[in-house]
């Protein structure tokens, strides 16, 4: 289980950074790296759901982490 924690964890970062990948090459605003947080980022519908599953990944594997800190 505690494998299955770090896979997931590793998955979601990637997932997550292969959205802002996308718009950095659609859009060519590097300097959004650095406020990747910012309202200014207009992201496209794909863009948009694979930045969110990424986060949804992540807190999965976060719930992972806490299951097992709790109940394993």
């Known amino acids: 289980m505690v494998i299955l924690e770090h896979i997931i964890l590793i998955i979601g970062v990637l997932t997550y950074i292969a959205s802002v990948?996308?718009?950095?090459?659609r859009s060519?605003?590097?300097k959004s790296l650095i406020y990747f947080w910012s309202a200014k980022m207009v992201l496209i519908p794909i863009e948009f759901k694979v930045r969110r599953a990424g986060i949804l990944i992540m807190v999965i594997g976060i719930g992972i982490r806490i299951y097992?800190?709790?109940f394993a």
């Open 68 to 70: 097992n800190q709790l």
């Open 28 to 30: 060519g605003d590097y």
């Open 21 to 25: 990948v996308m718009y950095v090459k």
